[in-house]
């Protein structure tokens, strides 16, 4: 066992550790632990499904012990750390499992991220490893994974899940050829870091997120128990599953925790999630707002699968309107569970039986009786009882620092301890939290995460934008969508919207990071603060585009 704490990573302080270790919020179990016990209580239960594969958990666990002992021998040590940038394919499952295993870190990209994201990811984490598909979605990932692995100094290994009945490309590992008979495995402390989750947009250096086993197997099990799991539970994953809702509020974790059935689309679509759910038998699943309102839509139109096995469904990531709330659990014959998260950590959820208004207008409350949760001013000040504030929070699984990354601490963290979510927020008298927005430096689209500062960024290296600032507009389908105020270096020839997204595509960005919408403009507002603030900028915009 390592006896000091990964460098980078910032520990809770000793008395707080003591204190949920005491209450049994953390068991210092690993995730490996908890596979283990699994498979060892209901080896031949479901342990995860897709179209093409079915395993039990003792499958699951003797494929993840196969990969570990691959990783190993390919040179992957504990503690460091492995990209993995896979759709949702049941190999997710028995990679993260593997790296577990292995005491490796896995750091959990998602399919559309570009080289624009992986590389400074890459960078930031120091990966050695980097696990992906050849082609997803007629994507070639396995030569982006080449192009990433040029560009970081540390990165040996990129390890392919190859196409269906095709050997991996040439210089790449194929992950079927790196199974091994399990041998000796690494033994890890439970409050050690498991893995590393990305903070959606920022720039520069990239906010990796440290979750240990302790911290996350709490929120985990937590998040299982007020989202009703039992051995029963198929939980459907049709988000991205690297994003952390999916990922554990309750997610395929939480469902593997419960002893349930993770099952995984291939994408959110009714036509191909609506088919897994009658093929599965589904009974919890997770969306934001815009694809809850999709699948709403679709059912109300009428649909030929039978969807009477679903009974909850989450919806979180971004505002949900009181009006899609009420609508769905009508709609999809479900329970809603309104769920506010972030990767950071806090995580709030309305009751299965809680009334119908708290369930349809309000984000919930906090999962933990130690979670700390506080609505201040922008001197850190406590607003008036119920009156709109930024949110900040400390507890038994939020992080008390990013990885490695003192500036951004600095930034959002208190001296206290205190995370700074950037959530504006009211708190009800009953505990529950209406989120009202956010702080401008974020566009929230429909769930994915903008960051004003790094699409800033690309725009201005185009050469017929002098500058350009990002705000956010109201969208009825989104929630928020982009919109790019630009000065043009020469107003004769200003950029057009479809040039400045095909120009930020070719950088190498996400998709959901291109802008929705251009106004050029002569000039920008002046906003009385002398010295320029972008914040004070993107507000004087934001008003002035959604007057
Ligand atoms: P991230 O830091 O990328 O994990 O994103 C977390 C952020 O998503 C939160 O800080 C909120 O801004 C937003 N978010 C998540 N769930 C909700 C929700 N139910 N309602 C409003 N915003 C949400
Ligand atoms: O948006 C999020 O990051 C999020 C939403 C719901 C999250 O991290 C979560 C639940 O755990």
């Given at each position: 066992?390592?006896?000091s ?25 690993t ?123 540390e ?71 007020l ?29 593997l ?57 989450l ?15 009508p ?56 009156a ?31 995370y700074?979510?950037g ?76 040039e400045l ?47």
């Open positions: 066992m390592l006896d704490p990964l460098p980078g990573f910032t520990p809770w302080p000793p008395a707080e550790a003591e204190l949920y270790r005491s209450l049994g919020y953390w068991t210092g179990e995730f490996s632990d908890l596979l283990a016990a699994r498979a060892a209580r209901h080896p031949d239960a479901v342990a995860v499904v897709d179209t093409a594969q079915r395993w039990t958990y003792a499958e699951l666990q003797t494929r993840a012990q196969e990969l570990a002992t691959g990783f190993a021998e390919l040179g992957i040590r504990p503690r460091d750390r492995v990209l993995v940038q896979l759709p949702n394919i049941a190999e997710f499952v028995e990679v993260i499992f593997g790296l577990f295993q292995a005491g490796a870190l896995p750091v959990f990209c998602l399919p559309a991220h570009r080289q624009a994201e992986l590389v400074p990811i890459a960078q930031a984490s120091g990966a050695v490893a980097l696990i992906t598909c050849h082609h997803h979605q007629l994507f070639d990932h396995a030569a982006l994974a080449e192009t990433v692995r040029g560009a970081a100094a990165l040996d290994h990129v390890i392919v899940v190859a196409d269906r009945g095709a050997a991996a490309p040439a210089g790449t590992v194929g992950l079927d050829e790196l199974r091994r008979t399990p041998g000796e495995f690494p033994v890890l402390d439970a409050a050690e870091v498991a893995f590393l989750q990305l903070s959606g947009g920022s720039t520069g250096i990239p906010k990796l997120i440290p979750r240990t086993h302790d911290d996350y197997l709490y929120s985990v099990r937590r998040s299982a128990e989202c009703g799991l039992d051995s029963g539970s198929v939980y459907l994953a049709a988000l991205p599953v690297a994003h952390n809702f999916p990922m554990s509020s309750p997610g395929i974790l939480g469902a925790f419960a002893g349930g059935t993770v099952a995984l689309a291939a994408d959110p679509t009714p036509s191909t999630a609506f088919a897994a759910i009658e093929r599965f038998g589904v009974t919890i699943s997770g969306l934001v707002p815009p694809l809850a309102r999709v699948w709403a839509e679709r059912a109300e139109a009428g649909t030929p699968h039978d969807l009477s096995s679903l009974r909850v469904l919806v979180g990531g971004a505002r949900c309107p009181d009006e899609l709330a009420r609508r769905i659990g709609a999809l014959g479900v329970t809603v569970q309104q769920v506010f998260g972030m990767a950071e950590g806090l995580v709030c959820y309305t009751r299965l039986d809680d009334p119908e208004e708290v369930i349809m207008g309000t984000q919930g409350r906090p999962m933990s009786d130690l979670d700390q949760v506080a609505v201040v001013d922008a001197d850190g000040a406590p607003v008036a009882p119920g709109d504030g930024m949110l900040i929070t400390k507890g038994p699984y939020t992080i008390r620092g990013y990885y490695n990354n003192p500036e951004a601490n600095e930034r959002s963290f208190t001296a206290e301890g205190w700074r979510t959530d504006v927020v009211a708190l009800r008298p009953d505990g529950n939290l209406v989120v009202k927005g956010r702080d401008g430096d974020r566009v929230n689209r429909g769930g994915e995460k903008v960051s004003a500062e790094e699409l800033e960024e690309h725009l201005l290296e185009h050469p017929a934008v002098r500058d350009a600032a990002i705000v956010s507009v109201p969208d009825a389908a989104l929630g928020e969508r982009t919109c790019a105020f630009v000065l043009a270096t020469d107003p004769a020839a200003a950029p057009t919207l479809a997204r095909k120009f930020v595509r070719e950088r190498g960005v996400a998709a959901w990071k291109l802008p929705d919408l251009v106004q050029v403009v002569d000039s920008f507002p002046e906003t009385g603060v002398g010295k320029t603030s972008r914040r004070a900028l993107r507000a004087a915009l934001s008003e002035r585009a959604n007057r």
